[in-house]
């Protein structure tokens, strides 16, 4: 089974600092991991995914993150905050076969940036 | 390039009634989703829809069904609906055997 834990429900940060949400994942096979943005009232937007590429990957509006397999962790960062950045992040795993790919997501962790 | 669409976008029932949601995938997409957000929660895992058939199921009560028709959109439906409902569902769509999932706005559904 999988699963996924999100290490801080609520995380605080300064405009202009590091931004660190920790993802942690637990898989028996080779996994693909996500993280998806949530704004106030809407859906979920994809910032990034790892699939068995380059253990590095970059997002959009200046996210990244880095896959350890040793550590089962997918952290996203982001070297700089903004104000635009509030909102709430979720982990998602899945391990597609045969084209069976459901997401088991995170609790999430909401991101407050302040001035 | 239209994304995933959802409708409605709000909508209220009182216990016991059923409800009927609906997603239409983005275009090019032959796969939908649906999940379950609880208040404060992330997204859970409902059903799989693929060439019109339920491909995979979550931990959900047989209450909640859906279809998948020949254009690939799809609806949910739950029967008779109960407090802990109230939720934001979530429709994604993908290509089958495509590792990532875009996301529609969601429903949200109040249950009283």
């Known amino acids: 089974a999988q699963s996924v834990t999100q290490l801080g429900s609520h995380v605080s940060v300064s405009e202009g600092a590091l931004v660190l949400l920790r993802c942690n994942y637990s898989?028996?096979?080779?996994?693909?991991l996500f993280w998806y943005v949530q704004y106030p009232n809407q859906g979920l937007q994809l910032l990034l995914k790892?699939?068995?590429?380059?253990?590095l990957v970059k997002g959009i509006n200046g996210f990244e993150a880095e896959f350890k397999k040793s550590e089962t962790s997918f952290h996203l960062t982001k070297p700089s905050a903004h104000m635009s950045d509030a909102a709430e992040y979720f982990c998602?795993?899945?391990?597609?076969?045969?084209?069976?790919?459901?997401?088991?997501f995170g609790a999430g962790t909401r991101l407050a940036v302040h001035p | 390039d239209a994304g995933v669409t959802q409708s409605p976008t709000h909508l209220i029932k009182t216990r016991g009634q059923q409800v009927t949601l609906r997603c239409s995938p983005k275009?090019?997409?032959?796969?939908v989703s649906w999940y379950q957000q609880a208040l404060g929660q992330g997204p859970q895992f409902i059903f799989q829809?693929?060439?019109?058939?339920?491909?995979q199921r979550g931990n959900f009560p047989d209450r909640f069904s859906g279809l998948q028709f020949p254009n690939y959109s799809s609806e949910l439906n739950v029967n008779a609906l109960v407090l802990g409902d109230s939720a934001l569902y979530l429709c994604?769509?993908?290509?089958?055997?495509?590792?990532?999932?875009?996301f529609g706005p969601g429903t949200r559904l109040l249950v009283l």
């Open positions: 898989s028996s096979v080779p996994p693909y």
């Open positions: 994604a769509s993908s290509s089958f055997d495509q590792e990532t999932q875009y």
């Open positions: 275009s090019g997409h032959d796969t």
């Open positions: 829809y693929y060439e019109e058939e339920e491909r």
């Open positions: 790892y699939t068995s590429a380059a253990t």
């Open positions: 998602a795993v899945t391990t597609p076969l045969g084209g069976y790919n459901k997401l088991i």
